[in-house]
């Protein structure tokens, strides 16, 4: 379930009761995710629309990534 604010998305997963509020940059990830994108490919595409280092937003990324599988808002797919 997800709710679009301004440039930002407010989502709740019903099974686990996580809420997530993704900040422009992170609603930009999670629109990018609609079809599937390893994290280098969605920091190229960070990197044309922020201004960010790509080192920070490589870390960045794979943190947000990394914390979206652990609370299954997201599933890898390999």
């Known amino acids: 379930m997800q709710s679009a604010i301004g440039d930002e998305v407010v989502m709740l997963e019903p099974e686990t009761g996580y809420y997530f509020g993704l900040n422009s940059?992170?609603?930009?990830?999670?629109?990018?995710?609609?079809?599937?994108?390893?994290?280098?490919?969605?920091?190229e595409v960070l990197l044309t629309r922020f201004e960010i280092d790509r080192g920070t937003c490589l870390e960045q990324t794979r943190e947000l990534v990394s914390t979206m599988l652990d609370k299954g808002v997201i599933c890898s797919s390999n």
């Open 25 to 43: 940059v992170a609603a930009v990830i999670w629109d990018e995710l609609k079809n599937p994108k390893n994290v280098e490919e969605l920091v």
